[in-house]
Nanobody, 122 residues
Framework: QVQLVGSGGGLVQAGDSLRLSCTTS????????MGWFRQAPGKGREFVAA???????LYSASVKGRFTISRDNAKNTMYLQMNSLKPEDTAVYYC????????????????WGQGTQVTVSS
């Protein structure tokens, strides 16, 4: 059974940093591409960052240069280091996984974590 568990969210001030983790089980992480998506109140889910099974990274324009996605296949875990956080980063962050190539479209990801809340105060 595939399971993704996101963690690491919290309440921080603008300019602070947080690191999100997504721990997986039931999959061979090395052949999966992984992504982070977020959903703010009253808005649709949007792409944040993704990392391919081979280690290539993709970022949305709004987080590029501030967020870094990484993975540790030996630990079955993906990370999102978030620096210089802004109030507009406030959202529930979801991790997702798909076998094969990486995409920014959430509809192509078959496995999802439960979400972790990130709140950035001004």
């Amino acid at each position: 059974q595939v399971q993704l568990v996101g963690s690491g969210g919290g309440l921080v001030q603008a300019g602070d940093s947080l690191r999100l983790s997504c721990t997986t089980s039931g999959i061979t992480l090395s052949i999966y591409s992984m992504g982070w998506f977020r959903q703010a109140p009253g808005k649709g889910r949007e792409f944040v960052a993704a990392i391919s099974w081979s280690g290539s990274n993709l970022y949305s324009a709004s987080v590029k240069g501030r967020f870094t996605i990484s993975r540790d296949n030996a630990k079955n875990t993906m990370y999102l280091q978030m620096n210089s956080l802004k109030p507009e980063d406030t959202a529930v962050y979801y991790c997702a996984a798909r076998k094969g190539d990486v995409y920014t479209y959430d509809g192509l990801y078959s496995n999802w974590g439960q979400g972790t809340q990130v709140t950035v105060s001004s």
